[in-house]
């Protein structure tokens, strides 16, 4: 039978007090910051420690290993991002659903400094690849992914065609982003742009009218 700090990681330890939440979210924010000025490699558990107020045994009682930190700093801000932007985007016109979807495409649309993250992160991927397959499956597959989705859905709807390339379509999006970083452009007009170039090519034609003669 599970124990009480198996099922409720909250719960006290035997003879000791339950984890204090502020405390925990501190040494997370402090992670964060450190992954987007050093970067995996370098950022170490003592500066996280400092940067966090907290001793390094503090620190070494919750997460065993700097690898295990991080992993709870980066799902800390796939959460806050998830539950700040609700997925269902039914309610909007066709071509403005698509148009929220590629706008939630951008990786800075919660983190402003989630590009540099991503970058550092890619930069892990001979050393530490596991990083970067935490970050495609909880930063780059649910955002593609709801563009797919919407796109399915406006399918169905009969607003857009039928035989579209909806993975090419949501990697194209999701790749303007990035292009415009390292152009040094400005992303805000991006999901704009993005959608009146391809609204065009993806929206189903509609039966022109017969006139009256």
Known sequence: MASARETNPEAPRPGGRPRDA?????????????????GYSLM??????????????????????????VVDALDYGFRKQRDSSPADLTGMAPREAFTEAVRRLDPAYFNPDAMVLMGNFAGEAIRTPELL????????????????NVLSQLQESGD??????????????????????????????????????????????????????
């Open 44 to 69: 170490t558990i003592g500066d996280i420690a400092a940067d966090a107020g907290v001793s390094r045994p503090t620190l070494y009682r919750r997460w065993r290993t700097k690898f295990d930190l």
């Open 133 to 148: 397959g935490i970050l495609r499956e909880h930063a780059v597959e649910p955002r593609v992914t709801l563009v797919e």
């Open 22 to 38: 502020a405390l925990d979210e501190a040494i997370i924010l402090a992670t964060r910051e450190r992954l987007v000025r050093d």
């Open 160 to 213: 857009v065609a039928g035989d579209i390339d909806k993975h090419t379509i949501a990697t194209l999006c999701f790749g303007s982003y990035f292009a415009a970083f390292y152009r040094g452009e400005s992303r805000d007009e991006i999901p704009e742009a993005v959608v009146s170039v391809l609204w065009p090519a993806i929206a189903a034609k509609k039966p022109a009218r017969r006139r009256r003669g």
